[in-house]
């Protein structure tokens, strides 16, 4: 878990003198950009910082067992915080929201949130793009109380098509058949097309790029669209090497054997993902390169932990504490305010600074922080 920053004295006044909130003169709707003139247009929030699986790469069984301190219900927001601060995202540009974690699909009652969400309006009266990032192992079970909720869209990780191979990468024997029944309830449910991403690892998984392809096609079709994420180097418990990264250009020359692709033009700013059509079949698959190219140059997004630090950056190593904030009385203008003053200074760009001499850059003895904590 990275270290917070205690925002509370962003609210006190230049000469110190009491406490108040700043003002950042930026009405609601206004676009706030940080120092590289990116938007705030995406908000992932993380709903849980528990998981039932232990994927290697994310949550590996030797450091998150028995003996790891999850964080207690009274740490976590509440549904009423989250949608609070959701609501000051929205005002401040925020356009989408992905709930992730952890294992979203764990937090008891998680449609009550989606239907609070679902209810937000921009300041222009538009309902936000509200999405999931789930391991599916609780989809076939959820996936129409969600749609009924207002979901709009779903993605569903999947590293493999191999059971065997697919068991050992979230070591703790889930089937590949039953995430399967989770993206067919989620398409019986209206999400089509349900995006599945697959973490590639060098070593572990490279050889299930073109069957997960050719599988998924044959039992989809059309209604899902397969994504490749370069192996990242993420918090710092997955013992992360460049050596396990398959690059994008790699896995693309692998689907090539399936058959030719066309690259299709990105359809928004901010866009993670390269994507590319088969010329046969007209499948679409996309290709996230946050390793080999990186994007930081149009990230437009921001994390709220399950604790309610903000994060600028999925490779930070610090947070902001807006639940203090909430939880010590602040009035939705302070709140509003720290949120541009904290995204006013924003000036990461972790992934374009990484070089392979350089495989880590958070600064000594400083933690960056875990993924399922701050969410994918
Ligand atoms: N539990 C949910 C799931 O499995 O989708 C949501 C949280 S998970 C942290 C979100 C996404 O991050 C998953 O697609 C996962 O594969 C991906 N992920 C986790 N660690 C990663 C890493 N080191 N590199 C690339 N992707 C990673």
Redesign the pocket.
Known sequence: MGKTFAINDLRRSPAGGGVRAPVSGLEPGQDRLDTLARPLRDLRISVTDR?N?R?S??MPKEVFDHRHDFLPQTALLSFEEITRLARLFADAGTRKLRL?????LLRKHLEHLVEMLAALRTPAGEPLDLTL???GSLLARKAAALKAAGLKRVTV?LDAIDDAVFRRMNDVGFAVEDVLLGIDAAIAAGFAPVKV?M?VKKGTNDDQVAPLARALHARYGHAVVLRF?E??D?GST?GWRLDDVLPSRDVLARLREIGPLTALPATSAGETAQRWRFDDSGQEVGLVSSVTQAFCGSCNRARLSTDGQLYLCLFATHGHDLRALLRGGADDAAVAATIDHVWSGREDRYSALRTAATPTLAPAGERRVE??FI??
């Open positions: 998981c699986f994927c790469y994310c992730t974690g952890g294992e979203p990032t789930t391991n990780s991403n973490v994420i192996f990242m993420v997955n993924m399922h969410g994918g």
